[in-house]
């Protein structure tokens, strides 16, 4: 590193820079704590970027190794992605085809891995879409092939390229520069390599289509890049617009062959409908990928798309679709052991599942499927796999997704994709939201009837408890959740802060609202949960004078002066139901509202004119949109200027000399929050004295309002981080530790006891002070963790005196743990 910072070009041979840039980029490569030391010093990144404009390419190559290796750390893609367009420009022009195989494999890695996370994606996206998309084109097409055979440079780049192209699994404007700059013909170029379109001026009949497409993939040409063929079509399915017309863009028929061509591998991956044998696992690879992308492209927002790939997929199966559509049944229903939950089992099970998705997407099939027991085994399955905690994630059936790199990484914090690590709880959701909501799905007595294993009551519950799972549970999979909740009459999104919430609806206490309806009857409700939850309902002009008076534009205003009660009252127009409001608000309440079909055409209106955009999308009969969030109960808007008006209570916590404490809204000089007694479902008192300091109360607040925890600092930051900074770090969470217990706040003790055990178990040197401190605030579960990270040294301790601050209590609770530990051997 110091050869490197103090490189002087002209002074030192350009050659020793390149065999230090080697070698740093092989330490980093290997030695992923290295690179922390890297990516934060400015003096070498200076360095490169004078080097990485020289005309020599293999000086090129060596800085854009460099830079690769240092965006192996997720903190360290973050700091080049600062840098800008001035880096990614360069970056650019190196996978361009002015430049040797050599540097463009380069520049391709680096931006691969700037884009692991949607985050980076975007970032580039927004600064060098146009010659971003371009390059990769470039790096698909610019291949030659003789006899069928691509050389190996080329390939290497061709693969390199094809990685880079999966960022289309992310929405974007890349979607439409990728459709500009012809995917389509890319694509269908790596799948039939003699197919030619221009000659043809009229469209193809559909035994043309599939006499082209059959026959082109009997040549089996680039066998190893068909996944990755059939997961961008898939992708760019999934993620087309729903107006997109391939008419003007001049691609209806490549656009066809390839959709007919991913239909084909479909049928015949459900035709074979075997168990795996080792010899043709790489084929079953190839067809999880066909049939994923058949299922993407029958649920495209695109209308063209969906109704081309589901009118395709249903000529081809039609002659035996009922025959196909019986086996597939009777293997779906077969679970594997738990002894026998490997890949070739999983793998196929996946397809099975990705099938009847397909064939459910089909409304000629969909009351067959239901007639022969399809409801039934997709919520066994279902069942199967929450009850024994099955989590296969589309990484171990997809080998084409990992490379050299994604093994290598560290610290990323990447967002869970939105179909997460559960991609068989995903498919069977999604299958079943299809059928129940088909029109031939039954009753739920019909569905339940003879059901042994759970009742209607259990699998609501269990639906319940994956929409409000905020630990892991993908965006996917809680969306289909939701949908299938709607066939028993819940609209909305379960969650635990809801749960909290509820029991202040239709109750007086703390509520400072009434909604007046023509008829004379009225309702209670609480301003702070309406400012946050549906602005819409109160009067605009009023809101804006709440964020005025609140902002501190006019130099603030003190709760003293408000009144107890503000009771304002809102006279809604006679065009608002009685019961429609009622269900609305139960909706801003808990997050989800029961409704049977009349109510809910009055709510729709309702929830039309306030603007309720995730409402609106429960209420319609479309799937979700791949990629959409799935919606967070969030009341922190209360704490902004218009729901503080709101507040009626004070959290103080304890008095720092440290903090010097000004506050807009009253005149208090002591670290202090300004909250709602609805949230924290509080006394009366109008201030509450938190025995926290002001870093762990903010924590305790945002969870209060959230339902989230902060967390602290990870990987390579945390790592070097300095001990007193660490300490400095996990401070609040000790505290929080304590007062949850007083508290009863189990949820908030849990989270913050993880986080600590986490934190320490990464510095182990940190067990002395944690273990004083847990001591002092009687925290013993955390002692005991810290007892056993401190028995291997033992001795080394005593002999240190380090365990002379430490009560004798707490020592022996160290040396018992130390010899149970040599017990053990």
């Not at 070009?9 to 030695?31: N, Q, Y």
């Not at 520049?107 to 891995?113: I, K, N, S, V, Y």
């Not at 780049?157 to 995917?183: F, K, N, Q, V």
């Not at 066998?223 to 617009?241: E, F, K, M």
Request: with cysteine; aromatic share 8%.
């Amino acid at each position: 590193m110091r050869g490197i910072r103090e490189f002087s070009d002209g002074v030192m041979p350009i050659e020793c820079f390149k065999g230090m840039a080697s070698l740093l980029s092989t330490i980093l490569h290997r030695w992923p704590p290295s690179r922390y030391t890297v990516w934060n010093d400015a003096k070498l990144l200076e360095v490169l970027e004078v080097m990485r404009v020289k005309p020599d390419f293999s000086v090129k190559v060596a800085v854009m190794k460099l830079y690769t290796t240092i965006a192996l750390c997720g903190n360290g893609a973050k700091k080049l992605l600062e840098k800008g367009e001035s880096l990614l420009h360069i970056m650019v022009l190196c996978m361009g085809r002015s430049h040797p195989i050599s540097v463009r494999i380069e520049g391709f890695r680096l931006a691969q891995c700037l884009a692991k996370n949607e985050e980076g994606c975007l970032k580039m996206m927004s600064l060098c879409c146009d010659p971003f998309v371009k390059a990769i084109i470039d790096g698909m097409s610019g291949w030659t092939s003789h006899s069928g055979k691509i050389a190996n440079d080329q390939m290497s780049l061709l693969l390199e390229a094809c990685h880079l192209a999966l960022i289309s699994r992310w929405a974007g404007e890349h979607h439409d520069c990728l459709w500009e700059h012809g995917i389509d013909r890319v694509l269908l170029k790596l799948l039939l390599h003699d197919f030619q379109d221009e000659p043809l001026q009229q469209l193809l009949s559909l035994e043309e289509q599939l006499s082209i497409a059959r026959e082109g993939l009997k040549a089996n040409f680039l066998l190893g890049l068909r996944p990755y063929v059939w997961d961008l079509l898939g992708w760019l399915a999934i993620h087309c617009r729903e107006d997109f017309n391939p008419n003007i863009q001049g691609c209806e028929l490549r656009i066809g062959i390839l959709i007919t061509c991913a239909c084909i591998s479909f049928v015949d991956s459900i035709r074979k409908g075997h168990q795996i044998c080792q010899n043709d696992v790489a084929d079953t690879l190839r067809s999880e990928a066909a049939s994923r992308a058949v299922m993407m492209m029958i649920y495209s927002p695109c209308k063209y798309i969906a109704t081309k790939a589901s009118d395709m997929l249903y000529e081809i199966l039609r002659p035996t679709s009922k025959e196909h559509l019986k086996r597939l049944m009777h293997m779906l229903k077969i679970r594997p052991s738990m002894d026998n939950v490997g890949m070739p089992n999983m793998l196929q099970t996946s397809i099975n599942l990705v099938a009847l998705v397909c064939y459910s997407g089909i409304p000629q099939y969909q009351s067959h499927i239901v007639e022969n027991g399809g409801i039934h085994a997709l919520m066994d399955l279902i069942w199967w796999c929450l009850r024994n905690d099955i989590h296969i994630g589309r990484l171990s059936l997809a080998p084409h997704l990992h490379n050299t790199l994604s093994e290598r990484t560290c610290c990323w914090i990447c967002k869970e994709d939105w179909e997460g690590n559960n991609i068989l709880l995903l498919y069977g959701l999604w299958g079943l939201a299809e059928l129940m909501h088909s029109g031939s799905s039954g009753n739920t007595v019909e569905i339940f009837g003879g059901q042994v294993d759970y009742t209607e009551a259990q699998f609501v519950s269990t639906l319940q408890g994956i929409c409000s799972d905020n630990s892991g549970t993908s965006p996917g999979i809680k969306w289909y959740a939701a949908f299938i909740l709607k066939y028993f009459g819940l609209y909305g999104f379960p969650c635990k802060l809801g749960r909290h919430i509820v029991k202040a609806l239709n109750m007086n206490e703390y509520a400072d609202v009434q909604l007046i309806l023509t008829n004379g009857n009225s309702l209670s409700v609480h301003g702070v949960i309406l400012s946050a939850q549906c602005p819409p309902l109160l009067p605009s002009e009023e809101m804006s004078h709440y964020e005025k008076a609140s902002n501190g534009s006019s130099g603030g205003y003190d709760t003293k002066s408000k009144p107890e009660k503000l009771h304002k009252e809102i006279r809604l127009s006679s065009h608002v139901d009685n019961l429609a409001l009622a269900k609305l608000l139960e909706y801003v309440y808990v997050g989800y509202l029961n409704a049977g079909e009349e109510p809910l055409k009055k709510v729709k209106i309702l929830a039309k004119r306030c603007n309720l955009q995730s409402l609106l999308i429960m209420f319609g009969r479309r799937h979700p949109k791949w990629g959409t969030p799935f919606p967070r109960y969030d009341l922190s808007l209360a704490l902004a200027p218009a729901g503080l008006y709101f507040s009626d209570v004070m959290l103080e916590a304890k008095a720092n000399e440290s903090i010097s404490w000004t506050c807009t809204i009253c005149s208090k000089s002591v670290p202090h929050m300004h909250c709602h007694k609805v949230v924290l479902w509080s006394s009366n008192s109008q201030t509450i004295k938190v025995p926290v300091s002001w870093e762990a109360m903010i924590r305790l607040v945002n969870w209060l309002y959230t339902d989230e925890l902060p967390r602290p600092p990870s990987g390579c930051l945390w790592i070097n981080m300095k001990s007193e900074e660490r300490l400095a770090v996990l401070q609040p969470y000790l505290e929080l530790c304590r007062l949850a217990e007083f508290w009863f706040l189990e949820e908030v003790q849990d989270i913050s006891y993880r986080v600590i055990v986490s934190c320490v178990d990464s510095a182990r040197h940190l067990s002395i002070k944690i273990i004083k401190i847990a001591a002092d605030f009687c925290i013993w579960k955390l002692v005991e963790v810290a007892a056993n990270f401190l028995a291997p040294s033992y001795r080394q301790l005593c002999q240190s005196g380090e365990l002379e601050a430490l009560d004798e209590e707490v020592i022996d609770m160290i040396r018992t743990a130390s010899v149970r530990l040599s017990q053990e051997g």
